[in-house]
């Protein structure tokens, strides 16, 4: 995204402002995040770049609505988000966010088609399991468990579950993280393509330099802070990444 499609009023997916989470162990205060800005758009691609410890998770859980802000404001598709209502947090984590962490949490008695229908079955709009998983390449192991696939093909999967509702945002927390380098470029093509493809909003939290490259825009995290926020004049494909 460009910088005159922000400036001319691009939709805003979220607004944090004044973000601060602060985690008490006993009479330790933990200061995770330090009062930080930043604007989410529309259909783009957002890689939060920084080391480990810097505040990156914090963020996308509160975005998810996995955690709660110490203080700050986030809005949502220009409302407040509800963080004080169990009920409506649970149905917008349900309707409009996407989740995909590094370890990929699938329910190892249970096939691939079986994964993503525990989202199906609940969602309003959803795509059928076997759409979800033709869309990240896996239409041959519908009926395959877990056990029975690499590394990159269940995390796919994982990401095949949390498209197949169709979110408008898609959260990653080091998707790639447990994943050799060219499992890991399959596995960022697979969201480069549903971000182009579906529209999704997609925010990828590593702290792989390389990966920078194939989003419109990086922000850059330090102690709890946003450090700097960078637009990519050009995008790289993901299969042209190498680490």
């Known amino acids: 995204m460009t910088d005159s499609e922000q400036d001319a009023g691009a939709r805003r997916i979220f607004e944090a402002r004044g973000l601060t989470k602060i985690y008490?162990?006993?009479?330790?205060?933990?200061?995770?995040?330090?009062g930080v800005d930043v604007d989410l758009y529309a259909g783009e691609f957002v890689v939060l770049l920084g080391p480990s410890?810097?505040?990156?998770?914090?963020?996308?859980?509160i975005l998810g609505g996995l955690d709660t802000p110490s203080g700050?404001?986030?809005?949502?598709?220009?409302?407040?988000l509800i963080l004080n209502d169990d009920t409506r947090m649970t149905q917008y984590r349900r309707t409009h966010v996407g989740?995909?962490?590094?370890?990929?949490?699938?329910?190892?008695?249970?096939?691939?088609r079986e994964n993503v229908a525990l989202v199906t079955e609940i969602a309003v709009n959803p795509m059928t399991p076997e759409e979800a998983l033709a869309r990240v390449g896996l239409e041959s192991r519908l009926d395959h468990f877990p056990a029975q696939m690499s590394g990159g093909e269940q995390q796919?999967?994982?990401?095949?579950r949390a498209v197949a509702k169709r979110p408008q945002v898609l959260l990653c927390d080091e998707p790639t993280g447990a994943l050799d380098a060219q499992t890991g470029v399959r596995v960022l093509d697979v969201?480069?393509?549903?971000n182009r493809e579906l529209g999704t909003t997609t925010?990828?939290?590593?702290?792989?330099?390389?990966?920078?490259?194939?989003?419109d825009r990086v922000v850059y995290f330090g102690d709890g802070q946003v450090v700097r926020i960078e637009k990519n004049a050009e995008k790289k494909s993901a299969m042209d990444l190498h680490w």
């Open 156 to 160: 796919r999967v994982a990401i095949a």
């Open 99 to 112: 989740f995909v962490f590094q370890f990929y949490n699938l329910i190892p008695s249970l096939t691939a």
């Open 203 to 215: 925010v990828v939290i590593t702290h792989n330099a390389v990966i920078a490259a194939m989003a």
């Open 53 to 61: 410890g810097s505040g990156k998770s914090t963020l996308l859980n």
């Open 24 to 34: 008490r162990m006993g009479e330790v205060e933990v200061h995770a995040l330090r």
């Open 72 to 80: 700050g404001t986030v809005r949502y598709a220009g409302r407040e």
């Open 191 to 194: 969201l480069a393509r549903v």
